[in-house]
DNA sequence: GCCACACCGAGAGCACTGCTCTTGACGGCG
DNA sequence: CGCCGTCAAGAGCAGTGCTCTCGGTGTGGC
């Protein structure tokens, strides 16, 4: 085999080292990532930066799809433990939250105001649904265990959307239940961008409860009993 | 009087036509406001505008105090209503969307990821905290017209600074309602930064049913009976 | 084994940005 | 009326994204 030439080899090493310093970059400078920064710090010309990414937005792109995985992959993994399906959300919400403190602009990056003329391209969506499908999945895990009301049905306009998101979580899956999660999830990640983005200055200090007090809510919403 | 000599009153007029013409590069090009083509368009040079505006950053804060005047404004005359409570939550959900909706920019700058090294004077608060008040104005109204449970008290590193936003709204409020109110506005934030900033994309279409639903369930979290 | 080809890095250069400094000119207050 | 403070303008600095051209080098086909 050794499909992987020498050449091939030192090009994949090269893009993972620009996209790692890029990242070192974002998270100690801020949103204006500047190539040639980036460039000068690996200590080579900017002009062969482009050899790599055809320009400033593929190289966002690509930290994008890294840090939908990355945050994808935690949320998996909280979603994952075998407790009871409202301790399992709360935990995931937790997970996602910790996540974002560690790496606010990663954050920033993929859930705060898109960069001015960016287009999110196709490939990011695969990586971009994998938390709410981990939260998605905890909600259908829990309707199929019948722990889970279904809920007054949606009205016109909605329902047919709702049976598609649906679809994608689980067959079978009542639309309702679905948005409700769906729905959740959005709340969730508007709560953390509050956090994040400097809402709750001088207002709550204890975010992490206060988070923990706004997911029980939701929980309520969605009809997943929770204990103390 | 006359405490506006000529020389005041043009360099006052200058500043509103440099603001109206960044607002307006904001709503058209987006995020990236050139202060030189702000300048260029109004047909001066690029050094003079800083006799108005000591830097960029300035400038961005007095749109930033602008638009949460003009965000407060509309929730608060939409939260005026003569309806019931319930209805008056939902009509201005709707009316801060559909500011938003008009002015997806000036909605980033305010909501979206904070501009890299910038950080909000104290000057914006006030404009800021209009539209929350205007909410939980809505929801003191309720409580104390009897309409609106107490609901479990909140536990112990909660309870305080629950306690100092309830003031903020109404004497006598319990801090677990001026907890929900709080955390109802930022659901509302969050799902409508979730539409401006692409997070629907292919998900859902019919938003503004989509964005009531959501509010329906924020309302009966927070207790206040809602109507069909 | 060799050689053309594709790739790669470097440098110069373009148009743009925020911001500073200096130079004149003009308006308004004492 | 004089003069001080304010104003617009221009040049200039350091930085940006991006393009193009130029030599050098690894690689696949003959």
New interface residues.
Partial sequence: MKAASLRARVRAEMTEEIKTVAKRHLAE????LSLRAVARDIGMASSAVYRYFASRDELLTALIIDAYDSLGAAAESAAAGGDAFARRWIDTGHAVREWALARPHEW?LI???????YA?PRDT?TSAIRVILALGGIVAEAHAAGALPDGEP??E??AP?AR??ADVLAPGLPPQVA??A??GW??L???I??EL???LQ?????RR??LE??MR?TL??IGLEVTP
């Fill in positions: 400078e801020g949103a204006n920033a859930y705060g105001s898109p960069v001015p003329g999110a969506v949606l009205a306009p909605l959307e598609s998101v948005f409700r769906l729905g959005l709340q990640c508007g709560a961008s509050a983005f400097g809402q001088n207002t709550v200090e204890a409860e206060f007090f706004q809510g309520a919403w």
